[in-house]
């Protein structure tokens, strides 16, 4: 009983093994017995030929030859493919020389301004907790603008702001350079959803005797604004300040910065949801007046009441002179409730000559079903901002130029 199944344990082998090396002399175009006799034959197995033996060798030469330069192959794409990457992203990320000096070398306590001291120990509590935050910031960052010229740029330590900013604004995407004129025209900009100041800086290198509004609603990144103002020697103007002229019958240049919201005429306060580590991408939570929570990384970010501005009454209020030369709306869906609350206001180019930002369809009308960090707004306003696109004229369905 052993011996047989022995005998019989041999053949299965051996039929297995005839199955295994078939394949190879068949592509090679040999001759190859029927699978039955080659299992139940009690002759040498082909394999053992000395013929077939040396084809099948040159066949299994000829596979490990290709599968090494295969493997070699691609070793060299995927070397020049990180290269390539490489060199692009250095190319991208490092600043030109700039053609101008920093106005302010470091960040020193005892030369910021009075108002900046006090906004910083409001918000930390302390005089002691905002110094741990200017030790632990690092140092400006020089931005590149169109022409050649920087401004340098601070942000909180677990911001990636700056790397952002460093690829976006030599390309002007808000066509600031417009600005720009042989003699100063001054007038007035508003940029609303300033974030670290970089357009506000950017329109007072344009025009040294531009006043720009600079509305910053998250106060953390609200300080950094603040700072960054103070770094680039750029005027830190009041509220009141807004179009009152000097004794030359000339409005006063600089910046006035501001710390509150845009929002409808009907909210005083709006809840803010934002984040260290991406301060650009802050936004009104509106799920308390009809639109959507925050969604994914929204959700646990940080919340602020923070006192929300209807545009066109503030500016009424402090007599500041129209038409504007220039609005900015970059604050992730504020720009539907701006609006969709003064669309005549908006429309008429007697007020804003013009309009530059982004517009995120996304919180308004398109895709309702997809999840956002930021809040969608109300279906409601979202079609009543759209249609007030439309009658000024702006074009494109993520830039607006109008």
């Known amino acids: 009983m052993r011996r047989s199944m022995k005998k019989s344990v041999g053949v299965k082998t051996e039929g297995i093994r005839v199955l295994w090396v078939a394949v190879p002399p068949v592509r090679a175009g040999l001759w190859v017995q029927p699978l039955g006799a080659l299992t139940c034959s009690r002759q040498a197995p082909f394999w053992q030929n000395s013929a077939a033996s040396q084809v099948f060798s040159r066949d299994e030469k000829k596979k490990k030859n290709m599968s090494s330069w295969r493997v070699v192959v691609s070793l060299v794409v995927v070397s020049l493919v990180v290269c390539v990457c490489t060199w692009s992203q250095i190319k991208t990320t490092t600043p030109s020389p ?4 920093a106005p302010v070398a470091a960040l020193d306590f005892r030369s910021l301004p009075p108002e900046v001291k006090r906004f910083g120990k409001e918000l930390f509590g302390s005089r002691n907790n905002f110094l741990r935050l200017l030790n632990r910031t690092l140092p ?16 909180h330590p677990r911001d990636n702001s700056l790397q952002r900013l460093s690829q976006e604004v030599p390309k002007d995407q808000y066509h600031l350079a417009r600005l720009h004129f042989p003699i100063s025209r001054g007038g007035l900009m508003v940029d609303v959803g300033a974030n670290l100041g970089d357009q506000s800086i950017a329109a007072h ?3 040294p005797g531009l006043q720009v509004l600079a509305i910053e609603p998250v106060p953390l990144t609200f300080l950094f604004l603040l700072l960054n103002l103070h770094l680039n020697a750029i005027p830190i103007l009041t509220l009141s300040s807004l179009g009152m002229p000097t004794a030359g019958h000339r ?7 501001l710390h509150a919201a845009v929002a409808d005429k009907n909210n005083h306060y709006v809840s803010m949801r934002w984040s260290t580590r991406q301060s650009q991408d802050a936004a009104v939570d509106l799920s308390a007046q009809g639109g959507t929570a925050p969604g994914g990384a929204g959700k646990k970010w940080s919340r602020s009441q923070v006192k929300a501005i209807y545009l066109p009454a503030l500016l009424q209020g402090v007599n500041a002179p129209l038409p504007l030369r220039l609005l900015t709306l970059d604050c992730e869906g504020c720009e539907y409730l701006l609006v969709a609350s003064s669309s005549e206001w908006f429309a008429d180019r007697r007020n804003v000559l013009r309009v530059t930002g982004e517009r995120h369809p996304y919180l308004g009308t398109a895709n309702r079903k997809r999840e956002t960090l930021a809040s969608k707004v109300p279906v409601g306003v979202a079609m009543a901002a759209e249609a007030a696109f439309k009658a000024r004229g702006c074009r494109g369905k993520y830039a607006l130029e109008c």
Do not use: E, F, K
């Not at 400006?140 to 942000?155: E, F, H, K, S």
């Open 98 to 101: 700039c053609l101008n000096t």
């Open 251 to 257: 409005r006063q240049p600089g910046v006035v910065p």
């Open 205 to 207: 290198l344009w025009d």
């Open 140 to 155: 400006p960052t020089a931005v590149n603008i169109a022409d050649g010229r920087c401004m340098w740029l601070v942000q």
